[in-house]
């Protein structure tokens, strides 16, 4: 299809829209980015303008476009194992410090909660799998529950199946962990049951109330607070401080900081990496 270039004034009047349904910001400038996501999705609902994309979307109560949109606008660029270091804090530092603290106050399996709260296509949550099987926390032995989110239709989709293609697990995956958990399935590769029982996925917008999520030892929410404002960050934050443990440990991505979203927490630092946790 041929490209189509969108206006300002389309351009301003589509990024106010794209903030509404999903919090994403899109600032002046970014005009490319839209032309370069939405222009495929013109002909596939027979528009000829981003202006008449945007009329069908408001007025399709299936709010098949919308759900559309928000796919094709969100980045989900992610990989298994991805900056290494939460892996490593989460390996030494964070999961045996909970495991000792719950093990003293739990009568049965002591129980480990965590949310990925920007969980893409899932890579992020099965390396957290990965990582707690390594370290023989297993679901024989503890309550185990995984939640992923995230705002895209088409990344909880491909996070709750476990297939991925060639070039997705070639990223961040050694061969003895693409072999250990992975079954060859043609030329994809599927996570095996054992990791998939051990996560849960469902589609949220960080910017609608937390409903139902239920309290987390850990949270996750990586390189995502970046496509907001800063308003709506410290709205986030807020929120999630909601569903974490007096004791629970918050990461966030290695070149973000909280400095000027939330005083709620306090940082710490272990084997160069940083986590936070509530002030005292």
């Known amino acids: 299809m041929t490209k189509i270039t969108v206006t300002q004034d389309e351009f301003k009047t589509f990024a106010q829209y794209i903030l509404e349904i999903s919090g994403i910001a899109l600032d002046v400038g970014k005009e490319y980015l839209l032309e370069t996501r939405l222009n495929p999705l013109l002909g596939k609902f027979g528009c000829s303008s981003y202006s008449e994309l945007l009329r069908k979307s408001k007025t399709d109560f299936k709010k098949e476009i919308e759900n559309h949109i928000i796919d094709a606008i969100s980045t989900n660029e992610t990989y298994f194992f991805r900056d290494k270091s939460p892996f490593q804090l989460l390996q030494h530092k964070i999961i045996p410090d909970l ?22 296509t899932g890579q992020e949550i099965y390396s957290i799998a990965m990582t707690l099987l390594e370290m023989g926390v297993t679901p024989k032995d503890y309550n185990v529950r995984l939640f992923g989110t995230d705002i895209s239709d088409a990344a909880i989709a491909q996070a709750s199946y476990g297939l991925y293609n060639k070039f997705e697990v070639a990223r961040g995956l050694d061969p003895t962990r693409l072999s250990k958990y992975f079954d060859p399935q043609g030329d994809k590769y599927k996570i095996k049951d054992e990791l998939r029982a051990m996560a849960q ?43 974490m443990e007096p004791d629970g440990y918050l990461l966030i991505g290695s070149t973000e900081s909280l400095v000027n979203d939330t005083d709620l927490f306090t940082s710490n630092k272990y084997l160069n990496s940083v986590f936070y946790q509530f002030k005292d």
């Open 99 to 120: 495991i000792d603290r719950r093990s003293k106050k739990s009568i049965g399996k002591p129980t480990i909660r965590l949310w990925s709260a920007a969980n893409s």
């Open 201 to 243: 996925f469902k589609k949220m917008n960080l910017m609608k109330p937390f409903m139902g999520v239920g309290k987390f030892d850990i949270v996750l929410c990586r390189n995502v607070m970046i496509y907001f404002t800063s308003e709506d960050r410290r709205k986030i934050y807020a929120n999630i401080a909601k569903t």
